[in-house]
Structure formats: structure tokens, C-alpha cells
């Protein structure tokens, strides 16, 4: 009973205190790893998980910080930090956690310095003047696309692309955005749209991809890309990430587009916009020569006023000459009048036939287009009895190995979709 007395006993909070004071030396550290689970609730506060392959640390990043953290729209699952901040004790559930004061993109502050520093090298080059670089078509009918096949970029500008203006040509090399091997295949698809060819040859080439971290759009900053796009016969727009990322590609393309669909809007206008716009032409064209030729008689008519006038006025030799005057300028008036006129005749029937024709070969060339484009839809398979199988991720499944058991596929058929859950054969 006598070492039972002895024996300290804690209380929950009380031991909890005393834990919390043996975090004081973690007040201020470091901690690199990757986040999971990131949720952002209400309130504004974010928790996660940060991870490494042999452990995991519970975090919160109160609403306060995470407003004034300039990575805050790159903090999400998968994406490799380095956070600062304390450890403290989160008391009524009996665990551990970071309290994240300031969060930046692992490696981050090194890419921007390399970016930075290539900048300024091909900077000096000239290569990102823009002097050197050019207008896009006016109406571009073969558009050149290098980007990955996978995920949503490509149909996100097909899209948009055949909305605006349904019979265009799109052909894609498709290549890797990010990873090992990435620059190699952009740069090699960037050339291969321009090696000469008797049978396509591209009015305009757009290179790009979706958003992503710097890491995952640095292939668009190295070197040899930017020399590819530079080096292009073929105009091109770059189209990487979003509104705010900005890659070397960016400033050595002809035209930069916050996002894929953005640089499909820019290369193509819409279809109606510009048959309107010649229909309105035309119209101003014929209203043109006819208030032309009402100025000129009306013009006429306050001449032929004016000198009646002065010469019913008169009775001087003044009077006189006038009158003599206007014998022999009202002929001449006349035929200028008249001569103004034929001329005005002839050229309304040969420019209005002149845009009507103009007209109908650009109306042949969009339905010649759309035909050929027809053939190339990728729907038209599906209305012929085929269908396509897609994975949970959206990505077309193209072997049966590639599939488990439990997993969600979805089939496209030419009219619907058919959604099923895979089981072991």
C-alpha cells in the first residue's frame, strides 16, 4: 500500500499539458512531405495529412495563413511541400498535429531560379521579341494540335474548335506533357507539323496542356521546346495551364492563351459572326454608292439654286457675266450629274455579284470541310454499332488487362451510355 501511495496519478488534461510542454522545442521547424487528404472546410481552415513513405503527420492550416500563402492554390492531394510551423496538442482527441503557418511548393524556389535564369539567357537571344513574331491566320482551315490524347484537354478543343466553326481539320501528335521523355516528344511533334507535305500542311499549331504545378508544366520551359516553337514555319500558340501560369513556351509562341479552350477561341471565330459580317458588308456596299450619288445631286441642285438666285437678283453687268456663266456651266453640271451616275450603275452590278460569288465559294469550302470532317469524327464509328469504354478516370480503356474487378466503366454507344461495374471473369 505503501508504493501505491507513492505513485503520482495524472489527470487526462493534466498529463496532456505536460506533453504539450514537451513540444516547445518543435515551435518553429520545417517539414517536408506530401499532402493527403486536403479538405478545406468552411470555416476557411484546411486539414490534411502530410506523408512520406514511412510516416504521417496530422496538419491544420487556420484560414489566417492560408490567405496569406502564395502557394495556396497549389496546395492539394499529391503535392510535394515544405511546410513551417509547431507542433502542438490537440487536446480533446488525444493526438498530435502541425500547426502550418506557411506552406511553398517543394523545390519551387530552385525551378524559379532556373526558369529565371534561362529567361534572361534566351531573353538576350532576341528569341522572345515581338518584333519576330506573327499574325495568325484570318481563318485558319487545318489546325495542328501537340498535346497528351489523354484527359480532358484535347476534347475541351475539339470542341470548342468544331462549335465555332464546324468543318475544320484537326489532326493531334500526341506526346507526353510532364515526366522523363516529355520535351523530347513535344519537340519532336512541333517538327513534324512542320516537315514539308504535299497532302496537309497546318494554317496554325497550338501547343499546350492542362494546369499543374511547375513541376508538372516544366517540360514547356526547357530549352530545346522553346527553340522548337521559335523555329516553327507553322504559327503557334501556346496554351499551358491556366490564366496565371506563365512557361518560357508562353513568351516564344506567336500567341499566348491562358488555357487550351482559351487558345481555341482565339484561333477560330464563329461561323455566324462572319457570315453576318459579310451580309452587313454587302449591305453597306449597296447603301454606298446610292447615298453617294443622292450627296452629289443634292450638291448640284443647291449650285443650280444659288446662281438662280443671284442672277434673278441682278441687274448689273455683274448679273450679266453671271448669267452667261451659268449657260455655259449648266450644261457641264449636267453631264458630270449623268456621267456620275453611269458610272455608279456600272459598278453596283459588278460588286454586288462580286461578293455574292465571294460568298458562295467560301459557303462550298465550309461544306467541303465539314464533309471531310464528318468522316473524321470519332462519333461516327459509335453511330455505325461500335462503342467506347471509359475508365473511372475518363480514360478510354483499350485492354481487358487493364481492368479489376470493382472498378466503374462507362460505355458510349451512338445513342447513350451504359454505366457498369467490372467482375472477375
Keep these: 500500500m505503501a508504493e501505491e501511495a507513492e505513485k503520482k496519478i ?3 488534461s493534466e ?5 504539450k510542454g514537451l513540444f516547445k522545442p518543435f515551435d518553429k521547424i520545417f517539414v517536408e512531405g506530401e499532402i493527403s487528404g486536403w479538405k478545406i472546410y468552411p ?8 506523408k512520406d513513405e514511412g510516416a504521417q503527420l496530422s496538419c491544420v492550416m487556420f484560414s489566417s495563413a492560408l490567405a496569406r500563402c502564395k502557394a495556396a492554390m497549389q496546395l492539394k492531394d499529391g503535392a510535394k511541400v515544405c511546410l513551417y510551423g509547431r507542433l502542438d496538442v490537440y487536446a480533446p482527441r488525444g493526438s498530435y498535429q502541425m500547426v502550418v503557418l506557411a506552406a511553398k511548393i517543394a523545390g519551387e524556389g530552385d525551378l524559379m531560379a532556373k526558369f529565371n535564369e534561362l529567361k534572361e539567357k534566351l531573353q538576350g537571344e532576341g528569341l522572345f521579341d515581338t518584333a519576330r513574331k506573327r499574325p495568325l491566320p484570318f481563318l485558319p482551315h487545318r489546325i495542328a494540335v501537340v498535346t497528351s490524347p489523354a484527359g480532358a484537354v484535347i476534347h475541351d478543343m475539339c470542341t470548342v474548335l468544331t462549335r465555332r466553326f464546324p468543318n475544320l481539320e484537326i489532326r493531334l501528335y500526341p506526346v507526353k506533357v510532364q515526366g522523363p521523355g516529355a520535351k523530347e516528344e513535344i519537340v519532336e511533334g512541333i517538327q513534324f507539323f512542320n516537315r514539308p507535305s504535299a497532302d496537309w500542311k497546318p494554317d496554325v499549331l497550338i501547343v499546350g496542356r492542362g494546369g499543374g504545378s511547375i513541376e508538372d508544366l516544366w517540360a514547356f520551359n526547357e530549352e530545346c521546346v522553346v527553340r522548337a516553337v521559335v523555329a516553327s514555319h507553322v504559327p503557334v500558340v501556346s496554351a ?3 490564366e496565371t501560369d506563365f512557361t518560357l513556351c508562353d513568351f516564344a509562341a506567336d500567341v499566348r492563351a491562358g488555357t487550351p479552350s482559351i487558345a481555341a ?9 462572319l457570315l453576318r459580317r459579310i451580309d452587313d458588308a454587302a449591305r453597306r456596299l449597296a447603301r454606298a454608292p446610292q447615298q453617294a450619288g443622292e450627296t452629289f445631286a443634292q450638291r448640284i441642285d443647291h449650285l443650280e439654286l444659288r446662281m438662280t438666285t443671284a442672277l434673278r437678283s441682278g441687274t448689273t453687268p455683274v448679273a450679266a457675266r453671271l448669267d452667261r456663266a451659268a449657260q455655259r456651266l449648266a450644261p457641264a453640271l449636267k453631264e458630270a450629274v449623268a456621267a456620275a451616275e453611269r458610272r455608279l450603275a456600272r459598278s453596283e452590278p459588278r460588286l454586288l455579284p462580286a461578293m455574292r460569288e465571294s460568298l458562295a465559294k467560301g459557303l462550298r469550302r ?12 470519332p462519333g461516327s464509328p459509335l453511330k455505325r454499332g461500335y ?12 485492354a481487358a488487362e487493364t481492368v479489376k474487378p470493382g472498378d466503374r466503366l462507362t460505355t458510349r454507344l451512338g445513342v447513350g451510355e451504359i454505366v457498369s461495374v467490372a467482375v472477375d471473369s
Excluded: P
Excluded at 15 to 19: F, Q, R, S
Excluded at 45 to 50: E, G, I, N
Design 10 to 12: 495524472y489527470g487526462v
Design 15 to 19: 498529463l496532456t499539458d505536460i506533453i
Design 43 to 50: 470555416s476557411g481552415h484546411a486539414y490534411f495529412t502530410l
Design 240 to 242: 499551358v495551364g491556366h
Design 265 to 273: 477561341e482565339i484561333v477560330v471565330q464563329e461561323k455566324e459572326k
Design 366 to 377: 465550309l461544306s467541303t470541310a465539314q464533309a471531310k470532317l464528318e468522316l473524321l469524327d
Design 387 to 398: 462503342s467506347l469504354t471509359f475508365n473511372a478516370e475518363g480514360r478510354i480503356v483499350r
